[in-house]
């Protein structure tokens, strides 16, 4: 199983596996139906979550169910507990929007809730993030994970994702770190070839290797930077349950 995903993910295309993934993946969960973990997404419980990875697949990280990794258990229990998210309704941007995340989003907040994307068949709207199409001040909350790290100039990005925030809202902007994380964030748009751009940054579709400097790139952009240990706050069962990794950041930007 673990080369399986690793082969699929490193060598289809994202927009093909948005397409089919779930289906087959719904018939493999039920050899995994246990109780050693569960997902807060879709509330299904495993003996352990599938391996998910390119090269290295990471043990007990992808639910077959409803495709939730790590990142996205931690971002539901984030917005979960320490917004109101949940709560209350918003007009939500949603970037590059995760499968795990659509239907569930849009009972909570209707059509106020727009999920957009540059290519992904799953968004409603075809946008480029450089060049959002909405009026300043639209939404109270957007999310963009796993996305700046792929774009030509992510300071203009999250520019826009400040421009389009109504004070008082905030982005999660998630992004990936590789070790060695440098102190400063690397790119290099001359790095064109695939192989030397997964060797550099990490994945050939990145175009920056993220350094501990990322919340001084949020403030940059207009953005004030919040970088949120939530996970660590959790009881370690409650990480194990979930299927959580201890230290990955919640990275924020709010509008004042």
Known sequence: MKKIIAWLIRYVPRKYLQRVSGVGLKAVSLFYIGNNVTCPVCSRGFRQFLPYGRINPRPNALCPNCLSLERHRLIW??????????????????????????????????????????????????????????????????????????????????????RVLQPGGFAIMQIPFFNPIPDVTFEDPTITDKREREKIFGQDDHVRKYGHDYTQRIARAGLTPVADEFVNQLPEDVRKKYGLVKGETIYVGQKK
């Open 77 to 162: 229990l984030y917005l979960q507990q320490k917004t109101t998210f949940f709560t209350a309704t918003h007009h939500v941007l949603h970037i590059a929007p995760e499968a795990c995340f659509i239907k569930r989003f849009e009972a909570l907040h209707g059509d106020r809730y727009i999920t957009a994307d540059i290519e992904s068949p799953l968004a409603k709207v075809k946008m480029d993030i450089h060049q959002i199409p909405f009026p300043g001040n639209t939404f109270t909350v957007v999310l963009c994970n796993h996305v700046l790290e792929h774009v030509a100039d992510d300071i203009k990005a999250m520019s826009e994702i400040h």
